[in-house]
């Protein structure tokens, strides 16, 4: 009797020390290591099912990879702020209903008890520091992989292409990162050969106002190697400022320029038709304004910038500049392709009504 108690509480020993083996193995996570935006090395889990977002642009390349489903919670910004000069927020606007996970903002700041309540597998974040990333890393225990467009407000390809590679990689989406980096490097090929053989004496003038820069501001805000002129090969008066990325200038500088065509980002296009009012001696000096040659643009930069618009611009100030070489171009429903492709909707009518959209502008 005692020989087959022994051996039953054997059985039962190991039966019990078996099943805890299984149970510890299941809950063993494997991982990968990988090098973030800053350098940092940081192990991540092989399966990810869970993110959150934190950081001007961030939330937008993963609506670009087409992962929202594993988005478990946004900042704040992302559910309070206007939506309009974000296509990627206009296409989705399930994300608002999601848990708060931090403040957001030019300066974002993380709530790490927040994130915690959501359990998140990754944190990728943009626009912060390494201590930052550290920081918000040890406090919570998840991952903290940083991504980033480059410097804020410019089109960096190479930055912007790295992120979503390493993005692809851990949200096991490389094929879709393939995919949006090949549609844009289509689109600015396209643009580029459409008007690279235009000599220099055969293009007009141009200029562009009311670029916005942590914040809205008036005519005399503009960009130096502004982008969308950069694919279509414009010759931007700006540039002989010598600079690069956001300027002002005063208006005695833009009277000297007196631009051919002179576009205007809606963004500012409120402060810029104030202003008129108040001085229409100087917009009417203008050569731009006298021959009726002034245009709207959308917005793109908005929370970091919205590469689908910057895009989208770039076809309607090309079919503007040299309408031959755009002859089968319709802006509007070229917008809608990219932003298909990108963020998965059309959303151009939306930003049009909100915004304004690809048009002559008319002042009085």
Known sequence: MLKKLTALLIITVLTVGLCGCVENSSKTTKTITITDALGREVKVPVEVDRIVCCGPGCLRMIVYLNATDKVVGVEDAEKKWTPWGRPYRIA?????????????????????????KVKPDVIFATYITKDEADTLQQKTGIPVVVLTYGKLATFDNEDLFNSLKLAGKILGKEKR???????IKKCESDL?????DIPDSKKPTVYVGGIGYKGIHGIDSTECKYPPFELVNAKNVADELGREGHVFVSKEQILKWNPDI???????????????????????????????????LLPYNFYAT????ALADAYYIGKVVYPDRFKDIDPEKKADEIYTFLVGKPVYEQMKEHLGGFKKLEFK
Do not use: C, W
């Not at 994300?95 to 994130?115: D, F, H, R, V, Y």
């Not at 990162?177 to 549609?183: G, L, M, R, S």
């Not at 919205?306 to 618009?309: C, D, P, Q, Y």
């Open 92 to 116: 989705h606007p399930e994300l608002a209903n999601l848990p708060t996970i931090g403040q957001g903002g030019p300066s974002p700041k993380p709530n790490p008890e927040a994130i915690l």
């Open 177 to 183: 990162a393939e995919n949006v980096i090949q549609f």
């Open 192 to 196: 580029k050969n459409r008007t690279g």
């Open 262 to 296: 002179i576009f205007i980002d809606e963004g500012g296009l409120s402060i810029v038709m104030q202003d008129y009012k108040k001085d229409p001696a100087f917009y009417n000096s203008l050569k731009a304004f006298k021959t009726g040659n002034v245009y709207g």
């Open 306 to 309: 919205n590469i689908g618009t």
